[in-house]
């Protein structure tokens, strides 16, 4: 059976992901063929929205096939690598520039390259299982598919938490981080997804939906905005030191385990863009890093340490932000070959 089943059901094009083993992770063949399906249906005048959900309970979808770029940059096979960004990166592109509804059911796991795929869209559907994150630090990258983008416009400096530790949204937090719309309990899902394909147009959930509570997000954001500013990881795992508050202890944990390089490229990623960034800004950004993440950066030995061997024990090259030679994060944030690679008509 496919692993992604693109179809038409009356006027609306219908995405399944079906890989939910693996919690619905994205290979290089399902992004290729949902591109080709939302090509196709862009120019259909008989399609009049796209709608994207997944099978299984625990993950919509929880990131890309990292392991199979991780082996191809073992074998220094580079430029394939680059080119696998540049291609994933113009589907998140065409995503955010859809010209029809393009809406997103989101249950469990949305994660990195999951994120990239529904996020940007123009209607974003959370539950109760949903959990969401950006954990790209923990691997040695940095959140890119468009993530950016989302970090860059989150209310004060919570894109700064969010991209740097990986903290895991709920459907509270998604909402008022900016990367959800709408939360609708998930046993109204089949009810709210037949109302949507027998009446057409996405005004059909709103009879669905429902409060999500209050976010922990935005209880700490004012915290998260003194912690955050002038972000430096040592200084901040020093101040962390013996501090036992929940967000202290998710703030601690992730500067302990993830690469201080990709946190303090992060930070740096965010403050150039700014909130008023466009979304082929934010994904030229991201590109400039992870197409060196391989060679100059840490992502081979944070993926090695996470998803191959799972010793979760990852043997960073820099230790501490004091370790990073002066000018090595401008080095892999400044500008590339591909500047213009991922504008899209209109933006």
């Not at 046993?187 to 005004?203: C, F, R, V």
């Not at 935005?218 to 998260?224: F, G, N, P, R, T």
């Not at 082929?280 to 996470?306: P, V």
């Not at 004091?322 to 504008?343: H, Q």
Request: net charge negative; proline share 4%.
């Amino acid at each position: 059976m496919s692993q992604i089943d693109c179809r038409i059901e009356n006027t609306t094009g219908r995405v399944t992901l079906r890989r939910p083993e693996a919690l619905n992770a994205l290979t290089h063949d399902m992004c290729e063929q949902l591109e080709a399906a939302l090509l196709a249906w862009k120019d259909d005048d008989s399609v009049t929205q796209v709608v994207i959900d997944a099978e299984g309970e625990k993950a919509f979808c929880a990131g890309g096939d990292i392991a199979k770029l991780y082996h191809k940059g073992v074998a220094g096979e580079f430029d394939a690598v680059q080119a696998f960004w540049r291609e994933e990166y113009r589907l998140n592109s065409l995503i955010n520039h859809y010209p029809k509804p393009y809406i997103a059911f989101l249950q469990g796991y949305v994660m990195g390259g999951g994120v990239g795929i529904s996020c940007h869209g123009s209607h974003r559907i959370v539950c109760e299982t949903t959990k969401m994150a950006m954990p790209e630090c923990a691997i040695g990258l940095v959140p890119d598919v468009g993530g950016s983008y989302l970090l860059a416009r989150a209310p004060g400096l919570t894109g700064q938490f969010l991209g740097i530790t990986g903290y895991r949204m709920t459907a509270a937090d998604a909402l008022w981080a900016g990367f959800a719309d709408l939360y609708i309990p998930q046993d109204s899902w089949a009810e709210a997804m037949t109302a949507l394909i027998d009446t057409g147009p996405p005004e059909a959930l709103e009879a669905f939906t429902q409060q999500a509570g209050e976010s922990q997000l935005a209880c700490w954001q004012a915290d998260i905005d003194t912690l955050f500013t002038a972000f430096n990881p040592d200084r901040l795992t020093a101040k962390m030191n013996g501090r036992t508050d929940e967000l202290d202890v998710q703030i601690g944990k992730a500067l302990g385990q993830n690469a201080p390089l990709s946190m303090m490229a992060v930070d740096a990623m965010l403050v150039r863009l700014g909130q008023d960034c466009s979304f082929a800004q934010a994904l030229e950004m991201e590109y400039r890093f992870t197409s060196r993440a391989m060679q100059k950066a840490e992502f081979l030995e944070g993926t090695r340490a996470m998803l191959i061997d799972k010793d979760r024990q990852p043997d960073w090259r820099y230790k501490q932000a004091s370790d990073i030679p002066a000018g090595l994060v401008d080095e892999l944030l400044a500008p590339t070959p591909y500047t213009d690679a991922f504008l899209e008509t209109g933006e």
